[in-house]
């Protein structure tokens, strides 16, 4: 048994500016579970890839260095996407753009069962860790792999997606966060930002059903840019939400009124 008292007495600095917030108390019932090595937590390896899962909707996910590990906003757009699917029965075809480790996709189809759901990722390696959170959970999902919709098919009542979203070199990222969670996750070229974005709108301005919405999360420094993109795609009805801090961090819209060719 190791005596991580005495290891959090000597290395508090260090663990503090690994793992922001840390207290001795969770940092000790961590590293009890976890039941690591001391040279990870020097390192600053997140406590869930040591883990190997991540809490998220009261669900346990797997979760590896191919995947994101999901975040509390992404909890609260779970949160407000199960809330209008409940409003807006008609609802039937949801489709997770960017799936991840399947966190949000997975979440919704437990809490919908009405929604057919089909999860999508550029990252095959992603997308295996989605197949494995989803047999795990018995959830009863497609997945695909694809380049935003580029491979997929239909329309979809419902698109949600937290997509990379950070520009390359933008500062307030956490040093621990770049050196260990997947860079195809979170960063944007800069030069490459709004051609991004723009793709992602009009390709779903052209998947979504009449009564379609789209939920999407961004980084609270571009709503504004995000917001005038999903303008220029003819998205509908466009609404920036806010996070439980007050920070902008959720696109709502809806789909064109008049078809898109
Ligand atoms: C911010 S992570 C979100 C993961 C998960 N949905 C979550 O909320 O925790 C973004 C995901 O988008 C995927 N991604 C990046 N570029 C993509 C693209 N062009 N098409 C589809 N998925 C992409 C990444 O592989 C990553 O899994």
């Known amino acids: 048994m190791k005596d991580w008292k005495k290891f959090f007495h000597d290395n508090q600095g260090?663990?503090?500016?690994?793992?922001?917030?840390?207290?001795?108390?969770?940092?000790?019932k961590e590293a009890e579970e976890i039941d690591g090595d001391e040279e990870s937590f020097l390192k600053g390896i997140p406590f869930a890839y040591l883990l190997g899962?991540?809490?998220?909707?009261h669900f346990d996910f797997k979760v590896n260095p191919d995947v994101l590990i999901p975040r509390p906003e992404t909890e609260q757009l779970f949160e407000i996407v199960e809330s209008w699917v409940k409003k807006n029965s008609q609802a039937k075809r949801l489709v997770d753009i960017g799936t991840g480790s399947g966190c949000l996709g997975?979440?919704?189809?437990?809490?919908?069962?009405?929604?057919?759901v089909l999860l999508t990722d550029i990252s095959p390696a992603a997308l295996q860790v989605a197949e494995t959170n989803a047999y795990n959970l018995k959830?009863?999902?497609?997945?695909?792999?694809?380049?935003?919709?580029?491979d997929v098919t239909g329309l979809y009542d419902v698109i949600v997606s937290n997509p990379p979203y950070i520009p390359k070199g933008h500062k307030g990222v956490h040093p621990k966060t770049s050196e260990f969670e997947p860079h195809l996750a979170l960063f944007l070229e800069q030069?490459?930002?709004?051609?991004?974005?723009e793709r992602f709108f009009s390709q779903a301005s052209r998947h979504m059903s009449a009564d379609g919405?789209?939920?999407m999360e961004g980084h609270e420094d571009f709503m504004d840019v995000i917001l005038e993109?999903?303008?220029?795609?003819?998205?509908?009805?466009?609404?920036?939400?806010?996070?439980?801090?007050?920070?902008?961090r959720f696109l709502k819209a809806m789909a064109p009124k008049t078809p898109i060719g």
């Open 53 to 57: 899962y991540a809490t998220f909707t």
């Open 229 to 248: 993109l999903a303008k220029k795609a003819k998205l509908t009805e466009i609404e920036v939400l806010k996070d439980w801090s007050s920070r902008p």
């Open 139 to 150: 959830a009863p999902v497609a997945l695909k792999a694809s380049d935003l919709f580029t």
């Open 213 to 215: 919405v789209l939920f």
């Open 106 to 116: 997975i979440s919704l189809a437990l809490a919908l069962p009405q929604l057919s």
């Open 14 to 28: 260090l663990l503090e500016a690994n793992y922001p917030g840390i207290t001795k108390e969770r940092f000790l």
């Open 191 to 197: 030069e490459k930002y709004h051609e991004f974005f």
